[in-house]
């Protein structure tokens, strides 16, 4: 396999685990958010579930095409196997949240990552997705923070359900970056720091005893 195909079989595997995370997160925003906490938390979630299914089939089609796939793309019926266990497991409004608060993070780092890279259509490509996905995480982080000032035993679920998928967010990241291939074709910039810019994300959390990071 050559270096250019590397790379962009390694850009695939990477847009296709955001695609799949943000198809998961959008079917779960459905199935749970249909019975959140109040209207206003039911309306959001059912308004960003849209928006996460949409990111995703704009992923997806993007990985069409960079296989060189012509013509009408196939359906998405599931996701590919890549999404993170912390999504798929899922099961209510305190998972829900803190999946969707960590992973939209990590994803926010990475296209970031990609619109200041040296790959032209990459930087396109994302900066519509980049503007949309930051109202998902200043929604998420909000109720972040509402149940950990909960009562009972909300915070501590809460930090579990975090800690758990900001783990799988870490490694992810980390693994991103060892890819040097993304690097050498322009997909993200030379040494690009993804787990240092994540920690910087997590203080203020971090300084409230909510999360760890490796």
Known sequence: MSKMKLGVHSFIELLETIADNKYVLGDRLVEIGVSGPNLEATLAAVAMAQG????????YNWCFDLRGVKGKKADILRQTGKAFRGVVNVHNWISLIAALYTVNTAIHIVLQSALESNHSKA???????????????????????????????VPHRFRESLNGVVDEAYAWLAEIEKKQE???????????????KFKEQWKELNNEHLVHTK
């Open 52 to 59: 996460e299914l949409g990111h995703a089939r704009l992923l």
């Open 123 to 153: 930087a396109s490509r994302v900066q519509k997705l980049i503007r949309e996905q930051k109202d998902h995480i200043i929604y998420a982080k909000n109720w972040a923070k509402q149940l950990l000032h909960d009562q009972g035993i």
């Open 182 to 196: 993304l690097q050498m074709e322009g997909y993200l910039p030379k040494d690009v720091k993804l787990t240092e």
